[in-house]
């Protein structure tokens, strides 16, 4: 009985610095961004800028805190895809003329959407987004 809980407690302690690892959000030039009090890596969200109600950046901790007006639902990338692609249909999505290639991480505001544009003329549509705040980085 000893062993059998040596071995699952092992193995426990051996998988838990991955599983810290992958939990890890992404900083931007060293800052970990929070928006709403969550934090996120802010290189996938698009926000409406005129939504924005506050940023505030803590030298001392490295942290940029980002509060909105409207506490606004975010859709995920992927659910877009998966209405999608339940009717059969391939397709991708191409914010801001970059190809997202794991869509279940990126988010957006709907009035963040300046403009969207769906090309079908290949066999794997495009659904091409541009975002109010392209270009301000």
Known sequence: MYKRTMKKLLYILLILPFATIAQEVPTVNGY????????????????????????????????????????????????????????????????????IEKPETYYFENNAIAAVNIDKTTEVARINIITKNVGKN
């Not at 909105?68 to 692609?85: G, H, P």
Request: with cysteine; hydrophobic share 35%.
């Open 32 to 99: 970990k961004t929070y928006l709403d009090n969550k934090q996120v890596d802010i290189t996938h969200y698009f926000i409406d800028p005129v939504n924005v109600a506050n940023i505030r950046t803590d030298k001392t901790n490295k942290e940029v805190h980002i509060t909105r007006k409207e506490q606004t639902e975010l859709v995920c990338l992927a659910d877009i895809l998966k209405e999608i692609n339940k009717d059969g249909a391939n397709a991708v999505i191409v914010v801001n003329d970059n190809l």
